[in-house]
Protein backbone atom coordinates (compact mmCIF):
# COMPACT_ATOMS: atom_id res chain seq x y z
CA UNK A 1 0.00 0.00 0.00
CA UNK A 2 0.74 3.77 0.14
CA UNK A 3 3.33 4.97 2.52
CA UNK A 4 5.69 7.86 3.81
CA UNK A 5 8.24 7.75 5.30
CA UNK A 6 9.86 10.63 7.18
CA UNK A 7 13.27 12.18 9.26
CA UNK A 8 13.10 10.88 12.36
CA UNK A 9 12.92 13.11 15.15
CA UNK A 10 13.28 15.24 16.95
CA UNK A 11 15.60 17.87 14.89
CA UNK A 12 17.00 20.56 17.31
CA UNK A 13 18.90 23.63 15.42
CA UNK A 14 19.46 26.88 16.02
CA UNK A 15 18.51 30.08 14.58
CA UNK A 16 20.04 30.62 11.28
CA UNK A 17 21.11 27.52 10.59
CA UNK A 18 19.42 25.56 7.80
CA UNK A 19 16.86 22.75 7.60
CA UNK A 20 16.12 19.97 5.68
CA UNK A 21 13.38 17.07 6.50
CA UNK A 22 13.33 14.34 4.59
CA UNK A 23 10.55 12.33 3.25
CA UNK A 24 10.34 9.32 0.97
CA UNK A 25 7.07 7.77 -0.65
CA UNK A 26 5.41 4.81 -1.85
CA UNK A 27 2.76 4.74 -4.31
CA UNK A 28 2.00 3.12 -7.05
CA UNK A 29 -0.66 5.73 -8.57
CA UNK A 30 0.31 9.59 -9.62
CA UNK A 31 0.53 11.35 -6.54
CA UNK A 32 0.30 14.86 -5.04
CA UNK A 33 2.21 15.59 -2.00
CA UNK A 34 1.89 18.13 0.65
CA UNK A 35 3.88 19.62 3.68
CA UNK A 36 1.72 20.40 6.86
CA UNK A 37 2.99 22.41 10.09
CA UNK A 38 0.97 21.76 13.23
CA UNK A 39 2.10 24.01 16.50
CA UNK A 40 1.26 22.34 19.79
CA UNK A 41 -2.01 21.99 20.77
CA UNK A 42 -3.42 23.31 17.11
CA UNK A 43 -4.59 21.58 13.86
CA UNK A 44 -2.29 21.23 11.40
CA UNK A 45 -2.18 24.01 8.77
CA UNK A 46 -1.67 23.26 5.27
CA UNK A 47 2.12 24.70 4.60
CA UNK A 48 1.85 23.75 0.58
CA UNK A 49 1.02 21.42 -2.07
CA UNK A 50 3.16 20.39 -5.67
CA UNK A 51 0.36 18.36 -7.69
CA UNK A 52 2.91 18.20 -10.42
CA UNK A 53 6.60 16.07 -10.53
CA UNK A 54 9.68 18.10 -10.67
CA UNK A 55 7.96 21.28 -9.32
CA UNK A 56 8.64 22.86 -6.21
CA UNK A 57 6.34 24.07 -3.71
CA UNK A 58 6.89 27.41 -1.00
CA UNK A 59 5.53 29.07 1.64
CA UNK A 60 7.15 30.85 4.48
CA UNK A 61 10.60 30.39 3.53
CA UNK A 62 10.45 26.62 3.16
CA UNK A 63 10.11 25.14 -0.05
CA UNK A 64 10.57 21.28 -1.59
CA UNK A 65 10.66 19.69 -5.05
CA UNK A 66 8.42 16.29 -5.98
CA UNK A 67 11.14 14.66 -7.24
CA UNK A 68 9.11 11.49 -8.98
CA UNK A 69 12.22 9.74 -9.74
CA UNK A 70 13.59 9.28 -6.14
CA UNK A 71 10.24 9.61 -4.77
CA UNK A 72 11.24 12.16 -2.14
CA UNK A 73 9.61 15.50 -1.26
CA UNK A 74 12.27 17.00 1.01
CA UNK A 75 11.28 19.94 3.06
CA UNK A 76 14.04 22.59 3.02
CA UNK A 77 14.66 26.72 4.89
CA UNK A 78 17.56 28.21 4.59
CA UNK A 79 17.72 29.99 7.70
CA UNK A 80 15.34 28.76 10.39
CA UNK A 81 13.30 31.22 13.42
CA UNK A 82 12.15 30.32 16.64
CA UNK A 83 8.83 30.77 15.60
CA UNK A 84 9.58 27.82 13.35
CA UNK A 85 9.61 25.14 15.82
CA UNK A 86 6.73 22.68 15.55
CA UNK A 87 5.57 19.52 14.08
CA UNK A 88 6.56 18.68 9.92
CA UNK A 89 4.44 16.25 8.17
CA UNK A 90 4.64 15.33 4.89
CA UNK A 91 1.67 13.84 3.23
CA UNK A 92 0.66 11.89 -0.04
CA UNK A 93 -2.71 12.13 -1.63
CA UNK A 94 -4.15 10.88 -4.88
CA UNK A 95 -3.40 13.10 -7.82
CA UNK A 96 -7.18 12.27 -9.47
CA UNK A 97 -9.84 10.01 -8.66
CA UNK A 98 -9.56 7.38 -6.15
CA UNK A 99 -10.61 8.18 -2.19
CA UNK A 100 -10.12 11.14 -0.66
CA UNK A 101 -7.54 9.82 1.86
CA UNK A 102 -4.12 11.51 2.74
CA UNK A 103 -1.58 9.24 4.21
CA UNK A 104 0.65 11.46 6.96
CA UNK A 105 4.26 10.49 7.85
CA UNK A 106 5.18 10.32 11.17
CA UNK A 107 6.26 13.32 11.69
CA UNK A 108 9.28 15.73 12.78
CA UNK A 109 9.53 17.80 15.18
CA UNK A 110 11.87 20.80 14.92
CA UNK A 111 12.82 22.62 17.68
CA UNK A 112 15.03 25.94 17.08
CA UNK A 113 17.14 27.89 19.89
CA UNK A 114 17.80 31.65 19.79
CA UNK B 1 -13.60 33.30 4.32
CA UNK B 2 -14.43 29.72 5.81
CA UNK B 3 -14.49 29.08 9.49
CA UNK B 4 -13.93 25.70 11.02
CA UNK B 5 -15.51 24.92 14.61
CA UNK B 6 -14.78 22.22 16.91
CA UNK B 7 -16.82 21.15 20.44
CA UNK B 8 -16.30 20.60 22.65
CA UNK B 9 -12.42 22.14 23.15
CA UNK B 10 -11.55 19.08 25.25
CA UNK B 11 -13.15 16.20 27.04
CA UNK B 12 -12.16 13.85 29.94
CA UNK B 13 -14.66 10.71 29.84
CA UNK B 14 -14.78 7.58 31.77
CA UNK B 15 -14.44 4.52 29.86
CA UNK B 16 -17.68 2.73 28.71
CA UNK B 17 -19.24 6.24 28.62
CA UNK B 18 -20.83 7.81 25.46
CA UNK B 19 -19.16 10.37 23.72
CA UNK B 20 -20.32 13.01 20.63
CA UNK B 21 -18.05 15.45 19.04
CA UNK B 22 -19.30 18.18 16.62
CA UNK B 23 -17.51 20.12 13.54
CA UNK B 24 -19.42 22.94 11.64
CA UNK B 25 -17.95 24.72 8.89
CA UNK B 26 -19.11 28.00 8.01
CA UNK B 27 -18.28 29.91 4.82
CA UNK B 28 -18.15 27.09 2.41
CA UNK B 29 -21.33 25.11 0.25
CA UNK B 30 -21.19 21.76 -0.13
CA UNK B 31 -17.19 21.15 1.37
CA UNK B 32 -15.87 17.31 1.93
CA UNK B 33 -15.67 16.56 5.61
CA UNK B 34 -13.22 14.09 7.18
CA UNK B 35 -12.32 12.95 10.50
CA UNK B 36 -9.06 12.22 12.23
CA UNK B 37 -7.82 10.76 15.49
CA UNK B 38 -3.52 11.69 16.24
CA UNK B 39 -2.40 10.19 19.32
CA UNK B 40 -0.27 12.06 21.76
CA UNK B 41 2.84 12.61 19.97
CA UNK B 42 1.57 10.29 17.02
CA UNK B 43 1.27 10.75 13.37
CA UNK B 44 -2.75 11.41 12.16
CA UNK B 45 -4.79 8.82 11.05
CA UNK B 46 -7.93 9.64 8.41
CA UNK B 47 -10.90 7.63 10.17
CA UNK B 48 -14.15 8.71 7.98
CA UNK B 49 -14.99 11.06 4.67
CA UNK B 50 -18.29 12.82 3.89
CA UNK B 51 -19.16 14.50 0.13
CA UNK B 52 -22.41 14.74 0.81
CA UNK B 53 -25.30 15.04 3.45
CA UNK B 54 -26.19 11.94 5.09
CA UNK B 55 -23.61 9.95 3.25
CA UNK B 56 -20.01 9.17 5.39
CA UNK B 57 -17.39 6.30 4.58
CA UNK B 58 -15.44 4.66 7.13
CA UNK B 59 -11.60 4.66 6.23
CA UNK B 60 -10.74 2.68 9.73
CA UNK B 61 -12.93 1.14 12.80
CA UNK B 62 -11.88 2.29 15.70
CA UNK B 63 -15.08 1.94 17.08
CA UNK B 64 -16.37 5.08 16.26
CA UNK B 65 -19.31 6.20 14.06
CA UNK B 66 -19.45 9.62 12.16
CA UNK B 67 -22.90 11.36 10.85
CA UNK B 68 -23.63 13.89 8.63
CA UNK B 69 -27.01 15.58 10.10
CA UNK B 70 -26.52 18.70 8.05
CA UNK B 71 -24.57 20.15 5.35
CA UNK B 72 -22.05 21.98 7.16
CA UNK B 73 -21.86 19.63 10.54
CA UNK B 74 -19.97 16.22 10.92
CA UNK B 75 -20.44 14.16 14.01
CA UNK B 76 -18.21 11.89 15.46
CA UNK B 77 -19.60 9.60 18.08
CA UNK B 78 -19.18 6.11 19.82
CA UNK B 79 -21.87 4.91 22.75
CA UNK B 80 -19.04 3.25 24.68
CA UNK B 81 -15.49 4.85 24.54
CA UNK B 82 -11.98 2.81 25.17
CA UNK B 83 -8.95 4.05 27.18
CA UNK B 84 -7.55 3.48 23.52
CA UNK B 85 -9.37 6.20 22.18
CA UNK B 86 -7.82 8.95 24.12
CA UNK B 87 -6.11 11.58 21.52
CA UNK B 88 -6.71 14.32 19.63
CA UNK B 89 -9.59 14.59 17.11
CA UNK B 90 -9.31 16.63 14.07
CA UNK B 91 -12.43 17.56 11.60
CA UNK B 92 -10.75 19.14 8.36
CA UNK B 93 -12.68 19.98 4.97
CA UNK B 94 -11.74 19.99 1.58
CA UNK B 95 -13.35 22.20 -0.75
CA UNK B 96 -14.66 20.08 -3.73
CA UNK B 97 -13.84 15.86 -4.61
CA UNK B 98 -10.66 15.92 -6.46
CA UNK B 99 -9.01 18.96 -4.60
CA UNK B 100 -7.24 17.00 -2.03
CA UNK B 101 -5.59 19.93 0.51
CA UNK B 102 -7.38 19.65 3.29
CA UNK B 103 -7.96 22.64 5.83
CA UNK B 104 -7.78 21.24 9.43
CA UNK B 105 -10.04 22.36 12.80
CA UNK B 106 -8.49 23.89 16.18
CA UNK B 107 -9.07 20.11 17.47
CA UNK B 108 -10.96 18.45 20.06
CA UNK B 109 -8.37 16.75 23.38
CA UNK B 110 -9.83 13.55 24.38
CA UNK B 111 -8.69 11.61 27.27
CA UNK B 112 -10.45 8.32 28.74
CA UNK B 113 -9.65 7.25 32.54
Known amino acids: GDSVTQTEGPVTLSEGTSLTVNCSYE??????LFWYVQYPGEGPQLLFKVPKANEKGSNRGFEATYNKEATSFHLQKASVQESDSAVYYC?????????????FGEGTKLTVSS | AQTIHQWPVAEIKAVGSPLSLGCTIKGKSSPNLYWYWQATGGTLQQLFY??????VESVVQLNLSASRPKDDQFILSTEKLLLSHSGFYLCAWSPYWGAYEQYFGPGTRLTVL
Open chain 2, 50 to 55: SITVGQ
Open chain 1, 27 to 32: TKQYPT
Open chain 1, 91 to 103: ALGPHQGGSAKLI
